[in-house]
Every structure is written in structure tokens, then in C-alpha cells.
């Protein structure tokens, strides 16, 4: 039974129910959440003090106003050194939170009143009968006072001091009442600009859908996406899908040229195989079995060497000439003799002299020792092959300007000037040549060559043999070993 398609979810769905994965939506709205709600909670203390301030213009405006009238009224009234019950009365009643009083004359001193409130000091107290507005203590309670000082009119020698204070709560109280009305409608506009950013980051995503249906249509197209229909944003992203699109086609071509590369290689010594054997199964003479067993092995040779030189290029063709790689430091002084020891029986067998020819101290160069193997034993073998017996093959080493030189030189018959410049291509084999080859060993040393950022030069060596040249840039590490003892 085939399993039923399982429903779309919302976008609601997908934002409360995350199924493990990572979502942009979720991050971009949880990334806006936090600064909303801090932005809520800033408004709010913003307001408060806002409030507060309010509240405090007001009271302060209406204890001035208390204390102004009360000492009108007292400095109408002849005290004789006390408050009447009427006055004393109004002072008492605090209708709007008045909690302290103090009533003194210069005359007669305090007539009624908290002792424990003192009066604004005379210097910052207004002479002429304005209120003077300012903050004082009584015990550990903190109060806002106002204090008028006014000439008693029944005697024109005495001078009224009337002082209100009250406490802060009914300040904070009105405060809190204006932040509780206000907090409702800072919420619901927090709500309102997080559904309208969440509808935003929706329809913004959506700008995505034309990217991926045009990418959701191919099926093995490497093409670049290109940058007509992509936001700004993801260009980034786009463009190293590019690169990796890029890499991709590279590997592929890669491999379609080592299989046209393969099958161009093997099949003349495939098709040798098959017509020795067919000959062999004909006639099974001792004589024709022996030759055609010979062709075989013969053969075989061949197909295996084409096969390990195909290996050997794709390997060094799959890496980035540009990319140098994890390169080391090395000394070719003492790397290349230790390289051409393995390669004496070679030399031996083929009638070669092999010989070397280096300076005393280090060479260093930035190097990959496998690589530089690989490279060393192409041209060993090319000139092995094509010298001829009774040759003489001679690899050198030796410092130059513009860096280290590796050089590789025969006195074979060498290669006319006008095919030099072809040498290091793949299959090329010099016309006229009948030893047998790939034509792959110097495309393999080409390859290696650009890894190391090398040059390699093709010339014609002082005996008329072939002399190939790989010079190596310097060395970037700043400071090489110390020299060998």
C-alpha cells in the first residue's frame, strides 16, 4: 500500500512545531521576538518615568498652590502665638495626601505643626511670597515640601512661615496608573508590528520560490544559476552553489576524458590480446603457443603501464593547479639522490649510465615528496625509453635566480626544435619514434609541474640529447631548517 500524502502544515504549524530541522523563518521571527519584547519592556520603564514626572509637575504644582492659600488665610487671622481650630483644621485635613504641616512665626516660633518638619532654609526660600519647592526627610520617610514665608499683616513686625509636605506614594500611585492604561495599547501595537513582520519574513521568503523552482526543474544540468532572479542576499550562497556546479562539471569532464582516454589506450593492446589467443587456440603448436604467449605478456605490459599512466594523470588532473595544497618544505640536495637510488636496477637493465650532479648545501623548494617522486620517475623513464642503450642520463640539481632547478638531460638523439613546444601534451609521441610509450608520462609531469607553480622548459641538451628543466619558485617558509651536518 502506498502511504498517504501527508498534509501541508501552515505556516503557524511550522513556526510552533519544529520538526528538528533548522528554519529561517523561525530564526528570523525568534531573532525579532526578543528585541520586541526587550523594546516592550524599555517602553514601559520609558513611560513609567515619563509618568512619574507628570505626576510630580502636578502634585508639586498643587502643594505650592495648598501652601500659598493656608498662609493667606493664617496671615489674615490675629494668632497671638497660636493657630485657631478653624485654621488648625484645614491644615489637619488632607484631602489630597498632605501628611505634614508646620506653622512658625519669627515672633512667637512654632505655633502648630510637625517639629520634626524644617522649613526651606532662608537662603533658598523666596522672600517675596512665592513657594519654594524642594525634598527633605523625616525619620527615613522621604517627603516633598513646600515652604511660604509672608509678612503677618496683624503685625507688621512678625513673619508667617507655613510649610506642606507629602509623601511620594500618591506621586508613584498615579504613575503606575498611567503605565497600567498605557501598557495595553504599547502591547497590542508590539502585537500588531510582530504579525506584520511575521507576514513580511513570509512574503520575503517567498522571493525564494522562483530559485528553487527553476533549480527543482533540472535534472543533470551543472549550468551556473546565475544572479537575474537572485536576492541579494543569498548571492553568496548562489554563487558558491556556482562554484560547486563549476568543480562538479570539472570532475565529470574528467571522468568522460579518462574513459575516452581508457578506451583510445587499451583497445589496440585488448584487440592484440584477442587475435593472439584466437591464434594460439588455432594452432596449438609448442612454437605458436611460445610466440603468441610472448605478444600476450607483451601486451599485457603495455595495458598495464597505459592503465597506470591514465591512473596517474587523472590523479594529478583531479587537483587544482591553482590550489597548492598541503606543500611541505623540502631539500632537493638531499631528496632527489635518495629518489634516484630506486631507480639504478632500471638504469642497469636498460643499458643507461644514470648519474647525478648537485651542489653541497640544502636547496630548499615548497614541495610534495610524493608528487615530486612521481614527476622525477616520468622523466627517468622517458629517458631510458628513448636514449637508447650505452646512453648516458644525468639528473641534476642546481640554485638559480629566480629559484631551484631540477634538471633531467640524455645524449640520446633528442627531438627536432619544431616539435618541443608540443612535448607535455597528452598522446603526443614524437613522429618517427619506435619505441613503444603512452604519450602520458610528460603530461603527468606537466600536471605536477603546475601544482608546484613551477615552470618546466624543453631543450635541447648540450650532447644533442633531450634536456628538460623544472624551475622551482623560492621557498615561502621564511625560515628553513638548520643546514645538515
Not at 492659600?69 to 502665638?81: F, I, N, P, R
Not at 541579494?232 to 548562489?238: K, N, Q
Not at 644525468?394 to 638531460?409: H, I, R, W
Amino acid at each position: 500500500m502506498s502511504e498517504a500524502p501527508r498534509p501541508e502544515r501552515s505556516w503557524l504549524n511550522r513556526l510552533t512545531e519544529p520538526d528538528g530541522r533548522p528554519s529561517l523563518r523561525r530564526y528570523l521571527l525568534s531573532s525579532l521576538l526578543v528585541p520586541l519584547m526587550l523594546l516592550l519592556v524599555l517602553e514601559s520603564l520609558v513611560t513609567y518615568g515619563g509618568a512619574l514626572i507628570y505626576s510630580n509637575h502636578v502634585h508639586d504644582r498643587d502643594l505650592a498652590d495648598d501652601a500659598m492659600t493656608l498662609a493667606q488665610m493664617l496671615s489674615q487671622e490675629d494668632l497671638g502665638g497660636k493657630v485657631s481650630p478653624q485654621a488648625r483644621f484645614l491644615l489637619e485635613y488632607a484631602p489630597e495626601g498632605h501628611n505634614y504641616f508646620n506653622v512658625s512665626s519669627l515672633n512667637h516660633g512654632l505655633l502648630a505643626g510637625a517639629p520634626g518638619l524644617r522649613p526651606a532654609p532662608l537662603k533658598a526660600a523666596a522672600q517675596d511670597g512665592e513657594p519654594t519647592l524642594y525634598t527633605t526627610m523625616i525619620g527615613r520617610r522621604e517627603l516633598r515640601a513646600a515652604t511660604v514665608r509672608i509678612p503677618n499683616l496683624h503685625d507688621p513686625s512678625d513673619q508667617l512661615t507655613v510649610t506642606m509636605a507629602e509623601t511620594l506614594r500618591d506621586r508613584h500611585q498615579r504613575a503606575r496608573e498611567i503605565l497600567l492604561l498605557s501598557i495595553p495599547a504599547q502591547a497590542l501595537l508590539i502585537a500588531s508590528v510582530f504579525v506584520l513582520v511575521l507576514y513580511g519574513v513570509r512574503v520575503g521568503l517567498r522571493q525564494l520560490d522562483p530559485l528553487t523552482a527553476r533549480l527543482a526543474s533540472r535534472e543533470h544540468d551543472l549550468a551556473p544559476i546565475g544572479d537575474a532572479d537572485v536576492p541579494v542576499e543569498i548571492l553568496p550562497l548562489t554563487r558558491t552553489i556556482d562554484g560547486l556546479f563549476a568543480r562538479q562539471r570539472g570532475m565529470l569532464a574528467l571522468q568522460e576524458r579518462f574513459i575516452a582516454d581508457a578506451a583510445h589506450q587499451l583497445k589496440t593492446p585488448l584487440a592484440g590480446l584477442r587475435v593472439h589467443v584466437e591464434r594460439a587456440q588455432a594452432d596449438p603448436s609448442k612454437e605458436t603457443v611460445h610466440d603468441a604467449l610472448q605478444h600476450i605478456l607483451r601486451l599485457t605490459q603495455r595495458a598495464s603501464r597505459a592503465s597506470s599512466q591514465l591512473l596517474a594523470l587523472t590523479r594529478v588532473q583531479s587537483t587544482d593547479p591553482t590550489e597548492t595544497g598541503p606543500l611541505c618544505l623540502l631539500d632537493l640536495a638531499q631528496l632527489v639522490p635518495e629518489m634516484l637510488s630506486v631507480r639504478v636496477h632500471d638504469a642497469i637493465a636498460a643499458g643507461v649510465d644514470l648519474g647525478y650532479e648537485g651542489p653541497a648545501g640544502p636547496v630548499w623548494i615548497d614541495g610534495d615528496r610524493i608528487s615530486l617522486q612521481e614527476m622525477l620517475d616520468n622523466l627517468i623513464d622517458n629517458s631510458l625509453r628513448y636514449a637508447g642503450r650505452h646512453s648516458i642520463v644525468t639528473v641534476g640539481v642546481s640554485v638559480m635566480p629566480d629559484g631551484a632547478c631540477l634538471s633531467v638531460e640524455d645524449n640520446g638523439p633528442g627531438v627536432p626544435p619544431s616539435f618541443l613546444e608540443r612535448l607535455g601534451e597528452r598522446f603526443f609521441r614524437v613522429p618517427g619514434v619506435v619505441e613503444e610509450g603512452t604519450g602520458l608520462g610528460l603530461a603527468i609531469v606537466q600536471r605536477i609541474v603546475e601544482r608546484h607553480r613551477a615552470v618546466v622548459r624543453y631543450l635541447n641538451g648540450g650532447t644533442g640529447g633531450l634536456r628538460v628543466e623544472i624551475v622551482f619558485p623560492p621557498a615561502r617558509t621564511s625560515k628553513a631548517p638548520a643546514p645538515r651536518q
